[in-house]
Each structure stands twice: as structure tokens, then as C-alpha cells.
């Protein structure tokens, strides 16, 4: 591609660029990697970074197509890459508490005119998410004409999400919107985390067709399950069923841990989640409570909804329930792989960001996580994902796992269906679950190859989105 794309940006700081967005009130800090400390920053001004750095590109390559420069040396014809952390509530002041942090307040003067001049495009790359609904482009869009930006100017590229769009195009309509945000789609999660895997592995010298089949490599940072542990596992029984890590304590996750609870299912299992600390627990409802509709909604106002509601003070008890790392707050996003707990079960419940929401095929990154580790899941989370990652060319686990839940559209039967079928699976025995998971091995081997050849075309990918953005 001969097209050169500049990229532009507000601030350096020590030799480096500093995201846009950042806080022209906080200090970027760099940790030992040269990158964004971002445990430093929260320890600091005790709210998360709305930004951080997500583009890997070889700046030091003089023939390089894509350029970053100071906005002062640009004046047309560029792109303000905006790179969301964390959710997009924080990113445009909509959530309580991140109101002067919205990225708007963050953009330098003559850059901002620029913009308003329509000279270059804000470009928000939340490739790491997908939770974004109509609210939040309704939200942004009001934001943009505050700050006279035509909505046209701004481009917001997200992972998997493919049912927002028409509905905020639906809203332009009906208020008269003739211009507005552009929304990108892509499968950019996928490539992040088959980039993941990548950066753990490197290519071994083997003879061994075998060995070659199954990707011919062996692990340098020993984070992700490798072939040879599986088949050195194969005579051995794992000590848990299944491992399912939390983070953010969303309400569908609150119910999915108090159905845990119910079933006696937290005890013996890899199951990690914290209620103590408000960072963690502070997305559960109001003072830390969960929101009690979110529940409702889900379960059904049931004897099962007061139970469940009832477990809360149950579950702070157990709190912090650690798998791997003892503070939740540094495990965000990509990266974080650790293979042992993938090794100590047979399965993963994988909780996703939207569960309840009108969003469809709505995925993130933890949806392709047990894939770098050779692992069976089960997914709370949006309609349809199973169905759409099949037409990505990997393989779920039917007839070994019951995915009727992925078409249902009705959460509280979503629910009903992926509680059934845990409960059945968790009901084996230790030889008929062993004897299960090895019985998937092809499509776990398959899936495993298929991320890796996304990852390898990860900085590919998202410079092909950039090229064809101006």
C-alpha cells in the first residue's frame, strides 16, 4: 500500500507520545516495559485510565505507511486515534465519577479546531471491546455537538458487536440526525488474542509429522497450554471441573456466581470474583447492591430471584475467591494468560460483557481465551455467538455440550437452558469427564491452530482498517 496515513497526537512526555484522551491534569506514567503503568495511575488518582496505548505499529520503519507525528505538524488529512480502556461510559464522561475525564475535555485547542474544520477524523479504537449500546452513540452524539464536532468526523471502530448500529441510525432518524458517527465493526478481539498467543510461542525444529500437525512450537514465556501437556495430561485426572474468572461484577455475572452458589459449584471449582472492592463490585447496582431488576430479568421474580439476591452477603464472605491473581484489579484485557488453572480443569464458563442487553453477537476477547489452552466452553453471554464464531471457521462442542442456549433470544431462558446443561456436565464423574474432554480433542487442536493463524495477521488486520478509514 502506498497511501501514507499520519496519525496525530497531543503530548509527549519523555520521549514519548502520550495517548489522546489522557488527562491534561495526570501524569502519564511508564512502567519497566516502557508502557502505560496503568496500576500506577489508578493508585494515583483512584479512577481507571480512559485510554492507553493499543496500536502496534513499527514506527521505526522508514518505509512504514502509517506515521505518527504531533498534531502541531499536521494540519489535513489525519486521523486522532482515540484508544479506549476499559468501558465506554468512562471514555465519554458518561459514567458517575468519570464526567471530567471524558476524552472531549482532553483535546488540545488547535487540534480541536482542526477538527471542527473537518481537517482529520477522531478515530475511537475500542478494538478491545464490544459493549457498546444506543445509549452510549446517543450519549457521545450529544457530547459531539456540545463541543461543535460534527458527528461525521468521529469513527467509532469496536470488536464484535453487530446489533448497536441500526438502532442509534433509528434514533438520528427520528430526531432529524442527518449527520452521524460512523460505526466500524471488525474482529479485531479475535486477532488481539491469537496476537496473545503468538507473543508466547515461537517456532521449534521438528521432524515429527505429528509435532507438525499440531503446530510444531513450543512455549517461551510458559503461559499457554502447549500440545505435549495435553497428551502428558491424558493419564492424568484434573483436580476441578471447570474454571470461570470475573472481574467486573456485572449483575449477570452476580447471578451467574449466586447460581454457582446455589448448586454448590464455587467450592471445588476454579471460580475467581472479589465483591469487597468497590472497583470490582462498584458495577453491581447502586452502593454496591445488586440491582435487583438485572436479576429479576434474568431468573424471573421467583423463589429462586430471593435466593439468589440473598447470596450476596454469602458471596463477600468468600471474597476475594482467587484463581490466579490476587488482585483483580491488575487482570484487564488482553494478555494475563497463565496456563495452570486451564490445566487443573476440564472446561470453561466464560462470562461475557453482555448477557441481558439488546445486543446480538456482542463477544470480547474472553470468548477466544480457552482457545489458547486447548479448553471446551460454555458462554453466558449475547444470542448467537457460538453460531457466528462457526462462520469464522472454528468448531464448537455439540453434541458434547448442548449449545441450544446460544439461539435463544429470551435471557431468562438463556439462563434456564445454560444453568441445565452445566448442572448435567457437572454431574459426571471424574472418569466420564476425562474421558469427555478427550473425546474433543480434534476440534480443541483446531481451534487452537485457527487462533494463531489470526494472530498472525493481528497488525495486518488493523492496519487494513486504517488504510481504508480516510
Same mark, same amino acid.
Given at each position: 500500500?502506498?497511501?501514507?496515513?499520519?496519525?496525530?497526537?497531543?503530548?509527549?512526555?519523555?520521549?514519548?507520545?502520550?495517548?489522546?484522551?489522557? #488527562?491534561?491534569?495526570?501524569?502519564?506514567?511508564?512502567?519497566?516495559?516502557?508502557?502505560?503503568?496503568? &496500576?500506577? !495511575?489508578?493508585?494515583?488518582?483512584?479512577?481507571?485510565?480512559?485510554?492507553?496505548?493499543?496500536?502496534?505499529?513499527? $514506527?521505526?520503519?522508514?518505509?512504514?505507511?502509517?506515521?505518527?507525528?504531533?498534531?502541531?505538524?499536521?494540519?489535513?488529512?489525519?486521523?486522532?486515534? $482515540?484508544?479506549?480502556?476499559?468501558?465506554?461510559?468512562?471514555?465519554?464522561?458518561?459514567?458517575?465519577? @468519570?464526567?471530567?475525564?471524558?476524552?472531549?475535555?482532553?483535546?488540545? *485547542?488547535? /487540534?480541536?479546531?482542526?477538527?471542527?474544520?473537518?481537517?482529520?477524523?477522531?478515530?475511537?479504537?475500542?478494538?478491545?471491546?464490544?459493549?457498546?449500546?444506543?445509549?452510549?452513540?446517543?450519549?457521545?452524539?450529544?457530547?459531539?455537538?456540545?463541543?461543535?464536532?460534527?458527528?461525521?468526523?468521529?469513527?467509532?471502530?469496536?470488536?464484535?458487536?453487530?446489533?448497536?448500529?441500526?438502532? @442509534?441510525?433509528?434514533?438520528?432518524?427520528?430526531?432529524?440526525?442527518?449527520?452521524?458517527?460512523?460505526?466500524?465493526?471488525?474482529?479485531?478481539?479475535?486477532?488481539? *488474542?491469537?496476537?496473545?498467543?503468538?507473543? #508466547?510461542?515461537?517456532?521449534?525444529?521438528?521432524?515429527?509429522?505429528?509435532?507438525?500437525?499440531?503446530?510444531?512450537?513450543?512455549?517461551?514465556?510458559? /503461559?499457554?497450554? /502447549? !500440545?505435549?501437556?495435553?497428551?502428558?495430561?491424558?493419564?492424568?485426572?484434573?483436580?476441578?471441573?471447570?474454571?470461570?474468572?470475573?472481574?467486573?461484577?456485572?449483575?449477570?455475572?452476580? $447471578?451467574?456466581?449466586?447460581?454457582?452458589?446455589?448448586?454448590?459449584?464455587?467450592?471445588?471449582?476454579?471460580?475467581?470474583?472479589?465483591? /469487597?472492592?468497590?472497583?470490582?463490585?462498584? =458495577?453491581?447496582?447502586?452502593?454496591?447492591? $445488586?440491582?435487583?431488576?438485572?436479576?429479576?430479568?434474568?431468573?424471573?421474580?421467583?423463589?429462586?430471584?430471593?435466593? @439468589?439476591? #440473598? %447470596?450476596?452477603?454469602?458471596?463477600?464472605?468468600? #471474597?476475594?475467591?482467587?484463581?490466579?491473581?490476587?488482585?483483580?484489579?491488575?487482570?484487564?484485557?488482553?494478555?494475563?494468560? &497463565?496456563?495452570?488453572?486451564?490445566? &487443573?480443569?476440564?472446561?470453561?464458563?466464560?462470562?461475557?460483557?453482555?448477557?441481558?442487553?439488546?445486543?446480538?453477537?456482542?463477544?470480547?476477547?474472553?470468548? %477466544?481465551?480457552?482457545?489458547?489452552? %486447548?479448553?471446551?466452553?460454555?458462554?453466558?453471554?449475547?444470542? %448467537?455467538?457460538?453460531?457466528?464464531?462457526?462462520?469464522?471457521?472454528?468448531?464448537?462442542? =455439540?453434541?458434547?455440550?448442548?449449545?441450544?442456549?446460544?439461539?435463544?433470544?429470551?435471557?431468562?431462558?438463556?439462563?434456564?437452558?445454560?444453568?441445565?446443561?452445566?448442572?448435567?456436565?457437572?454431574?459426571? =464423574?471424574?472418569?466420564?469427564?476425562?474421558?469427555?474432554?478427550?473425546?474433543?480433542?480434534?476440534?480443541?487442536?483446531?481451534?487452537?491452530?485457527?487462533?494463531?493463524?489470526?494472530?498472525?495477521?493481528?497488525?495486518?488486520?488493523?492496519?487494513?482498517?486504517?488504510?481504508?478509514?480516510?
Amino acid at each position: 500500500m502506498d497511501k501514507k496515513v499520519i496519525l496525530i497526537y497531543d503530548r509527549i512526555e519523555n520521549g514519548q507520545f502520550v495517548p489522546n484522551g489522557w #488527562s491534561k491534569d495526570c501524569e502519564y506514567f511508564i512502567d519497566s516495559n516502557k508502557a502505560g503503568d496503568i &496500576n500506577k !495511575y489508578i493508585q494515583t488518582y483512584k479512577v481507571e485510565p480512559i485510554v492507553h496505548f493499543q496500536l502496534e505499529l513499527d $514506527v521505526s520503519n522508514s518505509n512504514n505507511t502509517i506515521i505518527p507525528k504531533l498534531a502541531d505538524e499536521v494540519d489535513e488529512n489525519f486521523i486522532y486515534p $482515540v484508544e479506549q480502556f476499559g468501558a465506554v461510559e468512562k471514555l465519554i464522561g458518561e459514567e458517575v465519577g @468519570y464526567e471530567k475525564y471524558c476524552f472531549l475535555n482532553h483535546i488540545r *485547542k488547535s /487540534t480541536l479546531q482542526k477538527i471542527k474544520d473537518k481537517k482529520g477524523k477522531i478515530v475511537i479504537f475500542a478494538v478491545e471491546e464490544s459493549r457498546v449500546t444506543v445509549n452510549n452513540l446517543v450519549f457521545l452524539h450529544e457530547q459531539l455537538e456540545k463541543f461543535e464536532i460534527n458527528p461525521l468526523s468521529v469513527i467509532y471502530l469496536t470488536g464484535h458487536n453487530w446489533s448497536t448500529e441500526a438502532p @442509534y441510525l433509528g434514533w438520528c432518524d427520528i430526531n432529524h440526525k442527518q449527520d452521524r458517527i460512523k460505526m466500524i465493526n471488525s474482529h479485531s478481539q479475535l486477532h488481539l *488474542k491469537g496476537n496473545d498467543l503468538l507473543k #508466547s510461542i515461537i517456532y521449534a525444529d521438528v521432524d515429527e509429522p505429528e509435532e507438525k500437525e499440531h503446530g510444531g512450537y513450543y512455549v517461551t514465556k510458559d /503461559t499457554t497450554v /502447549t !500440545y505435549e501437556d495435553i497428551k502428558k495430561f491424558q493419564n492424568k485426572k484434573r483436580k476441578h471441573q471447570f474454571l470461570c474468572y470475573n472481574r467486573r461484577l456485572r449483575p449477570p455475572r452476580y $447471578v451467574l456466581l449466586a447460581m454457582l452458589y446455589h448448586n454448590n459449584l464455587i467450592e471445588n471449582n476454579l471460580v475467581s470474583f472479589d465483591l /469487597t472492592k468497590p472497583d470490582i463490585a462498584g =458495577s453491581l447496582g447502586p452502593n454496591g447492591k $445488586v440491582h435487583k431488576p438485572t436479576v429479576a430479568e434474568i431468573v424471573g421474580k421467583t423463589k429462586l430471584y430471593h435466593k @439468589y439476591i #440473598s %447470596y450476596q452477603d454469602k458471596l463477600v464472605k468468600m #471474597s476475594p475467591n482467587t484463581v490466579d491473581y490476587e488482585d483483580l484489579t491488575k487482570v484487564m484485557g488482553p494478555g494475563c494468560e &497463565n496456563k495452570e488453572p486451564y490445566l &487443573n480443569s476440564y472446561f470453561s464458563l466464560v462470562t461475557e460483557t453482555a448477557f441481558n442487553e439488546e445486543l446480538i453477537y456482542c463477544s470480547s476477547e474472553k470468548i %477466544y481465551r480457552p482457545m489458547l489452552h %486447548y479448553h471446551p466452553f460454555i458462554v453466558q453471554g449475547s444470542p %448467537y455467538m457460538l453460531k457466528n464464531i462457526k462462520k469464522l471457521g472454528f468448531k464448537t462442542f =455439540s453434541p458434547w455440550i448442548d449449545e441450544s442456549y446460544d439461539e435463544e433470544e429470551d435471557c431468562l431462558i438463556r439462563m434456564e437452558l445454560f444453568t441445565t446443561e452445566i448442572k448435567r456436565i457437572c454431574s459426571m =464423574s471424574v472418569d466420564e469427564m476425562h474421558n469427555w474432554y478427550y473425546e474433543m480433542e480434534d476440534i480443541l487442536v483446531h481451534n487452537r491452530n485457527l487462533i494463531y493463524n489470526y494472530g498472525e495477521k493481528y497488525n495486518s488486520y488493523l492496519e487494513t482498517i486504517i488504510y481504508d478509514i480516510l
